[in-house]
């Protein structure tokens, strides 16, 4: 059972969706995750810097057929937060 | 050190929670394996549970086993390739342990076995077919299913 605690930093709208995103799998790559979110490169960047100063997000670069591509992925502690916040949610709507 | 202490409102976090579970559908929209995929390994594990009754003594469905088994081989491996094409990985285990996957994958097993086992007390040829069957419809409805379940699962859990 997750850790109940509310993340100002989660809790951004395009920051909970790109959590919501990269929880249920290994990882995501960048231009996949754009697309699903529908934004554009730069604020994609930005939010991803956020959560990676926090150390919530793990950015993997790797050269594939010629192409740089870039992975990101939750980190076990970007994981525990986003779980720990979703809880939090649950919370306040329950109570 | 990000926690506040008067959080938001019942409402807006209603509104957090809903644009959660929209995203967490669309991740498990792109996740889950193309319907052809599905049926493809889902129709080779049946003719595998058949053929393994039916191979005994029969070069021939041994040998219809056999490439059934690669074929469920193959699809999987072509699943994650295109996942990977499509910019997603995952990891098998961490996806699918769950109970309902352990008691689904048992009871494949369990079809799979007494395919063979049934074939081989009673001569029936109705039984293998009858396993194949229930082995495809099981695999067909867990892969097109089984990721949404999983994680709700994991969500109670």
New interface residues.
């Given amino acids: 059972m997750p850790t109940v605690?509310?993340?100002?930093?989660?809790?951004a709208?395009n920051r909970?969706?790109i959590c919501?995103?990269l929880?249920?799998?290994?990882?995501?790559?960048?231009?996949?995750?754009c697309e699903?979110l529908g934004v554009s490169d730069s604020v994609l960047s930005k939010h991803i810097k956020s959560l990676v100063d926090?150390d919530y997000v793990v950015v993997n670069k790797k050269t594939s057929e010629g192409r740089q591509?870039t992975?990101l992925s939750l980190s076990p502690r970007g994981r525990k937060?986003f779980a720990g916040h979703?809880e939090?949610?649950?919370e306040?709507?329950g109570? | 050190m990000n926690k506040i202490d008067h959080p938001i409102t019942a409402d807006d976090a209603r509104a957090a929670l809903e644009s959660v579970a929209t995203a967490n559908n669309t991740a498990m929209n792109s996740m889950r394996p193309p319907l052809w995929l599905i049926l493809l390994c889902s129709a080779a594990l049946g003719i595998k549970t058949a053929a393994m009754g039916l191979m005994i003594n029969n070069a021939l469905w041994n040998s219809i086993q056999w490439g059934s088994y690669i074929v469920c081989c193959l699809c999987v491996a072509a699943w994650i390739v295109a996942l990977r094409t499509k910019g997603i990985t995952i990891k098998i285990i961490d996806v699918n342990i769950t109970k309902t996957a352990i008691i689904s994958a048992l009871l494949i097993c369990t079809l799979l076995v007494s395919s063979q086992v049934i074939y081989l007390q009673t001569g029936s040829l109705l039984f293998p077919f009858i396993a194949g069957t229930l082995n495809t419809l099981i695999l067909a409805y867990g892969l097109y299913f089984g990721l949404r379940w999983n994680a709700k699962e994991k969500e109670k859990n």
């Fill in positions: 605690c509310f993340d100002e930093l989660i809790h709208p909970l969706k919501a995103l929880a249920p799998v290994t990882s995501l790559e960048f231009v996949t995750l699903q926090a591509r992975w937060a979703v939090a949610l649950k306040i709507v109570g």
